[in-house]
C-alpha cells in the first residue's frame, strides 16, 4: 500500500508485520509514529528496537525471542527494526518459521531506506510492504490541502501544488513549509503572494524555473532568477551545469523518437515531464541547442582548467544563449 493509505489501514486493525521501504524519511518516520501511537501502550514496557546491522546468522534469535514475548498490561508488543536485510539463508533458518506463524501479540515494524541484495521481505507471509518512496506531485499537492484545510487554512489546488514543486515533494520540506504556512496565517484563505513569501524555493527549483525561461525566451526572467542564485550560492559553476543538463537533455529528446514513456523511465522524469520538454526542444530548435550544448561544455572545461572565471563564463554564455 501506498503511506497516505496506511492511517485508514490502521483504523481497520492492526497487520502482524509492517515494513516501511523507501527514501523518503519523513514517510518513514510518520508511518512508524502511526502504528506505535494506535498500537502501543506503556511503550517504556512493550517498545523494543534493534539495529539490522547487529542483527546476523543467529543473532537474530534475538528478535524472534522478542516477538514471542508476551505484551506487558497491553494487547500488543511492538518491535522496530531499521535495516532490516536477511538473506535467503538467515530468513529459512531463524526468521521463516515466526513469519509464517506470527503471534498475535506481537507487531514487527521494519524501517528499511532501500532495498537490498537477500530476501524480498515484500513477499513473505505476514508482511504489509508501505511504500515510502518519493511521493508524484499529486499525492504531496493532495496532502498539503488537506493538512491545510485541517488546520482551518483554505488553499487553491494550485498554490498547493506551487508548494510541492518549491519542495520537489520532498515530504520533510513539504511538512516543514507547511506548518510554517499554518504558523504564519493561523486560519483564512491562502493567497499566491503568501507562497511567494514563505516557502523557500529549492535551488533545483530555481534552476528549472531559469531554464524554462530559456525557450519563452524571457530574458528578464532568466536573469533574475540567475542572480538570485548567484547571490544566495555564490557558484556561477553550477548554473552552467545546470545549464549543460537542460540543454542536452532537450537535444536527446529532440534527436530521438523514443516514446515518451521510455524517455520518462531514462531520465527519471514524468511523462507529462518529457512532453513538456520536447515542446520545449522545439520552440528553441535543434541548431541552436546542439550549438548551445558544445559551448556550455566549453565553457566548463576553460573553467577548470584556468582559463577563464566561472563568472565572466556564465556572461559569455548568457550572451550566447539570448543574443547569438
Given at each position: 500500500m501506498?503511506?497516505?493509505?496506511?492511517?485508514?489501514?490502521?483504523?481497520?486493525?492492526?497487520?502482524?508485520?509492517?515494513?516501511?521501504?523507501g527514501?523518503?524519511?519523513?514517510?518513514?518516520?510518520?508511518?512508524?509514529e502511526?502504528?506505535?501511537?494506535?498500537f502501543?501502550?506503556?511503550?517504556e514496557l512493550?517498545?523494543?528496537?534493534?539495529?539490522?546491522?547487529?542483527l546476523?546468522?543467529?543473532?537474530?534469535?534475538n528478535?524472534?525471542?522478542a516477538l514471542?514475548s508476551?505484551?506487558?498490561?497491553?494487547?500488543?508488543r511492538?518491535?522496530?527494526v531499521?535495516?532490516?536485510?536477511?538473506?535467503?539463508?538467515?530468513?529459512?533458518?531463524?526468521?521463516?518459521?515466526?513469519?509464517?506463524?506470527f503471534?498475535?501479540?506481537?507487531i514487527?515494524?521494519?524501517?528499511n531506506a532501500?532495498s537490498?541484495?537477500?530476501v524480498?521481505l515484500?513477499?513473505?507471509?505476514?508482511?504489509?510492504?508501505?511504500?515510502?518512496g518519493?511521493a508524484?506531485?499529486?499525492?504531496?499537492?493532495?496532502?498539503?490541502?488537506?493538512t491545510?484545510?485541517r488546520?482551518?487554512v483554505?488553499a487553491?489546488?494550485?498554490?498547493?501544488?506551487?508548494?510541492?514543486r518549491y519542495?520537489l515533494?520532498?515530504?520533510?520540506r513539504?511538512?516543514?513549509?507547511?506548518?510554517?504556512?499554518?504558523?504564519y496565517?493561523?486560519?483564512?484563505?491562502l493567497?499566491?503572494e503568501?507562497?511567494?513569501?514563505?516557502?523557500?524555493?529549492?535551488?533545483?527549483?530555481?534552476?528549472y524555473?531559469?531554464?524554462?525561461?530559456?525557450?519563452r525566451r524571457?530574458?528578464?526572467?532568466?536573469?533574475?532568477?540567475?542572480?538570485?542564485?548567484?547571490?544566495?550560492?555564490?557558484?556561477?559553476?553550477?548554473?552552467l551545469s545546470?545549464?549543460?543538463?537542460?540543454?542536452?537533455?532537450?537535444?536527446?529528446?529532440?534527436?530521438s523518437?523514443m516514446?515518451?514513456?521510455?524517455?520518462?523511465?531514462?531520465?527519471?522524469m514524468?511523462?507529462y515531464?518529457?512532453?513538456?520538454?520536447?515542446?520545449?526542444?522545439?520552440a528553441?530548435?535543434?541548431?541552436?541547442?546542439?550549438s548551445?550544448v558544445?559551448?556550455?561544455?566549453?565553457?566548463?572545461?576553460?573553467?577548470?582548467?584556468g582559463?577563464?572565471?566561472?563568472?565572466?563564463?556564465l556572461?559569455?554564455?548568457n550572451?550566447?544563449?539570448?543574443?547569438?
Open positions: 501506498k503511506f497516505t493509505e496506511l492511517k485508514n489501514d490502521i483504523a481497520e486493525g492492526a497487520r502482524s508485520i509492517y515494513l516501511l521501504e527514501d523518503d524519511a519523513y514517510f518513514r518516520m510518520k508511518g512508524e502511526m502504528i506505535k501511537n494506535a502501543v501502550q506503556m511503550p512493550n517498545f523494543t528496537s534493534f539495529d539490522g546491522e547487529t546476523k546468522g543467529s543473532a537474530l534469535t528478535l524472534t525471542s514471542e508476551f505484551p506487558f498490561m497491553s494487547e500488543k511492538v518491535i522496530k531499521v535495516g532490516l536485510y536477511p538473506t535467503e539463508s538467515d530468513y529459512e533458518h531463524y526468521l521463516k518459521k515466526t513469519f509464517e506463524n503471534p498475535s501479540t506481537s514487527l515494524i521494519i524501517v532501500e537490498k541484495k537477500g524480498d515484500k513477499r513473505k507471509h505476514s508482511v504489509t510492504f508501505v511504500d515510502c518519493k508524484d506531485e499529486e499525492t504531496v499537492t493532495k496532502w498539503v490541502y488537506i491545510l484545510k488546520s482551518g483554505t487553491a489546488v494550485d498554490l498547493c501544488a506551487l508548494v510541492a519542495c515533494c520532498n515530504m520533510s513539504v511538512a516543514l513549509e507547511t506548518q510554517k504556512i499554518i504558523d496565517k493561523g486560519g483564512g484563505v493567497t499566491r503568501d507562497v511567494e513569501e514563505l516557502i523557500y524555493k529549492e535551488a533545483d527549483y530555481r534552476i524555473e531559469m531554464t524554462g525561461a530559456v525557450a524571457d530574458y528578464d526572467k532568466f536573469l533574475s532568477i540567475q542572480s538570485e542564485l548567484c547571490r544566495k550560492n555564490g557558484d556561477e559553476t553550477t548554473i545546470g545549464l549543460f543538463s537542460y540543454f542536452k537533455n532537450l537535444l536527446t529528446i529532440l534527436s523518437d516514446p515518451e514513456s521510455e524517455f520518462a523511465k531514462l531520465l527519471k514524468k511523462e515531464g518529457v512532453k513538456k520538454s520536447r515542446e520545449q526542444a522545439q528553441i530548435g535543434y541548431n541552436k541547442l546542439k548551445c558544445a559551448y556550455v561544455y566549453l565553457s566548463l572545461s576553460e573553467i577548470k582548467s582559463l577563464i572565471s566561472p563568472n565572466v563564463a556572461e559569455k554564455v550572451n550566447k544563449i539570448f543574443f547569438e
